[in-house]
């Protein structure tokens, strides 16, 4: 059974940059028939795409995101990470880690992440 | 970019009874539809894909059908346990996989 943690600070101060790791336990994040997206909903809110990435590097972004954001993957550790830069108030949600095969198949719990001084 | 639209925002059902849920595509998407079903403080948990193929475990209460732009998840007789948002997500328009924005089905 493929499972997905998420980890990294539960709190970010405006202007900083976050950064999460998602590791994946029980298959490999090299399969040719996924790729590894992030996830996230603010409060009140629903779910928003941030970006995914393939295990040979190729990365997609949302749009309106793209300048401040930045997946990798580590095939190595079997993990992959985001990193969101300029931080505001409007970054707090939960983050979710997700298998995509077009469709999320396999999701994180989440992380709560959120933006205060 | 293709936009998804949800309908009805909230849903109100007594426990046995029929729910249907809509969504929308702003443009084509085939049959690359999937509906998710999300708790308060739990992961988002897939139903169904290919805008009408149960995910593994799920329930047959649920069913998906629809092709193109319109869409429908139905819920035959709702159970305690699925009281919930439920989101649909297109993936046919590569690579900007949209979410719509979500019903929640409520006890009424």
């Known amino acids: 059974q493929l499972h997905l943690q998420e980890s990294g600070p539960g709190l970010v101060k405006p202007s900083e940059t976050l950064s999460l790791t998602c590791t994946v336990s029980?298959?490999?994040?090299?399969?040719?028939?996924?790729?590894w997206g992030w996830i996230r909903q603010p409060p009140g809110k629903g779910l928003e795409w941030i970006g995914s990435?393939?295990?040979?590097?190729?990365?997609y972004y949302d749009p309106s995101l793209k300048s401040r954001v930045t997946i990798s993957v580590d095939t190595s550790k079997n993990q992959f990470s985001l990193r969101l830069g300029s931080m505001t108030a409007a970054d707090t949600a939960v983050y979710y880690c997700a298998r995509q095969g077009g469709f999320y198949d396999y999701w994180g719990q989440g992380t709560l992440v959120t933006v205060s001084s | 970019e293709t936009v998804m639209t949800q309908s009805p925002a909230t849903l109100s059902v007594s426990p046995g009874e029929r729910a249907t849920l809509s969504c929308r595509a702003s443009?084509?998407?085939?049959?690359?539809l999937a509906w998710y079903q999300h708790k308060p403080g739990q992961a988002p948990r897939l139903l169904i894909y290919?805008?009408?193929t149960r995910a593994i475990g799920i329930p047959a209460r649920f069913s998906g059908s629809g092709s193109g732009t319109e869409f429908t998840l139905t819920i035959s007789s709702l159970q305690s346990e699925d009281f919930a948002v439920y989101y649909c997500q297109q993936y046919n328009n590569w690579p900007l996989f949209t979410f719509g924005p979500g019903t929640k089905v409520d006890i009424k």
């Open positions: 443009q084509s998407v085939s049959s690359n």
């Open positions: 990435i393939y295990y040979s590097g190729s990365t």
């Open positions: 029980g298959g490999s994040i090299s399969s040719s028939s996924y790729y």
């Open positions: 290919g805008a009408s």
